[in-house]
């Protein structure tokens, strides 16, 4: 191989390796900012105590550290399964984005562009107003904004499918139209759910101020089933940037694929609508911005994108804690405040714009 | 020797890489090919040529499995296009399309990369010899250079390079190029020509969609002539390119110039006098 060539290769290789370092420096970032978000709250309390209080709480913990019991329950109890919920939405989010927009090949989809959202928030609605008690741990709502959530996607790709195919167009449109079915349901709902009307607002805001152990568990085995699927598939998106003809050239399976990804990326994004209400922002602009900072390659994509989102909603709750003290904004007003204009200026930071 | 064409030259020169036979091909309820059949062989370019809506691109469609065919049969690399699944296809042939898309924000060498994908599993990461296949389909396609620069800032004949790179990294015996002159000027017609020639010596078989008549005559060593899905003439180009040919599937008035000393035929579009029409 001559110089040139091996110099060429070199470059070629820039863009394609490099995740370790990459995510080194995102995990040490999504580290402090969960230390803060298990310090900041109405109560603020010290770095050790929180790092202290969490050795304590391991299983296999040897020599108990001494720390004020309040200060230990509040950050076993409330603020490390806040911590943890918000990160797990905003990883769920970020990688449903990511690939919402990868099948769709348009930087405007995220995951509630085929009916997630608004599925969920009619679920959500019905579960507050509906007179339904269970002896479930966290409630009858999550699960039924997951219901709606996942009812609302299969009907929007059902109502598209001509035949076997089912093209990129008409899955837009017929997810526009279920979420506007479903939006005018809620909005229903909401007019004549009189005081409970506040509980429904807060969900279609989001929140992570009720969070909670059990709630936090329960979503994660559909959230690791789900990014295990979009992960498998980080390749094959490569290839579906280009056009559908091309991808099948190059023996993609293209509606196959198009399939898996949506079900496993709208199953995450409905765990995370059902986890902490609709977030929205979040699974927009983080794949883009890691997209910008660390290039186009789906295989680095996917994983910097869960992190860097759970980074992102973590940081933008402790936002929600503190702005107002002690009132709390809803998380979905500070993502949509601070991360609108931090993304356009990296927008337009890069000259190449968005793809 | 390259990579490619070690590929390539595996198989005898006399080797018929795509034989299709009496294909007949609808397109949401409009016939558009009509018992059309073509074979190309290693180290062959073939000229694919006709009217607009004559069904040149519809046959490049269809001998990749992407038009379904009504009867008839195609035969890639000696295996029925039937039978073959995508991946093994996608070994065997490669095309590039008129309009071909991708992100305008990845570099050239992505592009090329991504020729690989036949070889590769799902959770497979590109190899130093991927690396290096796709290097080296960047140098024969006259794009190396170009390696690190993204699709967005590439002129057009570049970027049909780069695609054309892509599809050399696919390492294929067969080669389908629907209009890869389209919108270029003459330089980069002749450049993409000459390539094209190049990969024919190494033994790749080419099918190629052109419309500058002129160029097909030169270029391909065979050429066949489409014209409302049907073949209305197949030979050597001095024997498909003639006058009377193009003056009935087009409809226009020509002279083509065959005797000159010429290796190939060329056509002159008969102009009404300049002087008259503006009257």
Known sequence: ?355 | MTLVSAVAATAPASTTLLRARDLDVTVGGTDVLHGVSVEVHAGEVVGLIGPNGAGKSTLLRALTGLAPLNSGSVEVAGQALRTSDRRTLARTVAVVQQMPEAPPSITVAELALLGRSPYLGLLARESARDHAIAMQAMERAGCAALAARTLGTLSGGQRRRAFIARALAQETPLLLLDEPTANLDVQAQCEIFELVRRLAADGVGVLVVVHDLTLAATYCDRLLLLDAGRVVAEGAPHEVVTAEHVQRVYGTRVTVINDSGHRAPIVVPVAVDKSEARR
Do not use: C
Not at chain 1, 228 to 239: E, M, T
Not at chain 1, 258 to 274: G, K, N, Q
Not at chain 1, 328 to 338: L, M
């Open chain 1, 1 to 355: 191989m001559s110089a040139r060539t091996a110099q060429l290769v070199g470059r070629l290789g820039r863009r394609s390796g490099g995740l370790v370092p990459a995510a080194g420096a995102v995990v040490a970032l999504l580290a402090l900012v969960a230390l803060a978000g298990a310090m900041v709250g109405t109560t603020s309390i010290p770095a050790g105590v929180v790092l202290a209080s969490a050795w304590n709480a391991l299983p296999f913990a040897g020599a108990r550290i001494d720390v004020p019991e309040g200060w230990e329950r509040i950050v076993i109890d409330v603020r490390l399964p806040r911590v943890l919920t918000a990160g797990l939405v905003g990883a769920a989010l970020a990688t449903s984005g990511t690939a919402y927009q990868g099948v769709f090949r348009n930087a405007l989809a995220d995951p509630f562009l085929l009916g997630v959202a608004s599925g969920a928030a009619l679920g959500a609605a019905l579960g507050i107003v509906l007179p339904i008690e269970g002896a479930l741990p966290f409630g009858w709502v999550p699960l039924l904004a997951f219901a709606g959530a996942v009812i609302a996607v299969t009907l929007a790709y059902l109502a598209a499918k001509v035949g076997d195919s089912v093209s990129n167009a008409s899955l837009i449109l017929s997810g526009v139209a279920v979420s506007a079915m479903a939006g005018a349901a809620t909005s229903f709902i909401l007019l004549t759910a009189g005081e409970r009307a506040l509980t429904i607002f807060g969900f279609l805001f989001g929140s992570f101020n009720t969070a909670n152990w059990p709630r936090a568990i329960g979503g994660l085995p559909y959230l690791a089933a789900g990014v295990a699927v979009l992960l498998l598939h980080a390749r094959v998106l490569n290839v579906l940037q280009l056009d559908e003809e091309q991808a099948t050239q190059l023996g993609i399976d293209v509606p196959r694929t198009r399939i898996i990804v949506l079900a496993a990326a709208s199953l995450v994004a409905a765990t995370a609508v059902a986890m902490a209400g609709v977030i929205g922002f979040v699974g927009l602009i983080v794949p883009h911005i890691t997209r910008l900072i660390f290039g186009g390659d789906y295989r680095r994509l996917l994983p910097l994108a869960a992190l860097l989102g759970a980074a992102f909603l973590i940081a933008a709750d402790v936002l929600a804690r503190v702005a107002l003290r002690p009132q709390e904004v809803p998380v979905g007003i500070i993502t949509a405040i601070v991360g609108g204009p931090f993304f356009l200026s990296l927008m337009r930071a890069r000259r190449g714009g968005l793809r």
